[in-house]
């Protein structure tokens, strides 16, 4: 394989790096929203705690949001 070839294959993999890390962080995310809705739909939740987990749930949605577009980048 000629040197050129290498740099282009070494190129392609530290570009998907990232991209793969995004994903995994989008990965953890969507469970972290699927805790705060068990919490939500959970009839014996309090109603503070329901609050914090609709809160959290929130703005875990809008950070998948943000990351979502940068995935699609």
């Known amino acids: 394989m000629e040197k050129k070839d290498r740099n282009v294959l070494k190129e392609r993999f ?3 790096k990232p991209l793969d890390d995004l ?3 989008e990965i953890k995310l969507q469970c972290q ?3 705060e ?3 939500i739909q959970d009839e014996n939740t309090m109603p503070f705690a329901r609050e ?3 809160a ?3 703005e875990i949605n809008d950070d998948q949001m943000r990351l979502q ?3 699609e980048e």
Do not use: P, R, Y
């Open 14 to 16: 530290n570009s998907t």
């Open 23 to 25: 994903k995994e962080q």
């Open 33 to 35: 929203k699927e805790e």
């Open 37 to 39: 809705l068990a919490v």
């Open 52 to 54: 914090a987990a609709e």
């Open 56 to 58: 959290q749930f929130a």
């Open 69 to 71: 577009t940068h995935i």
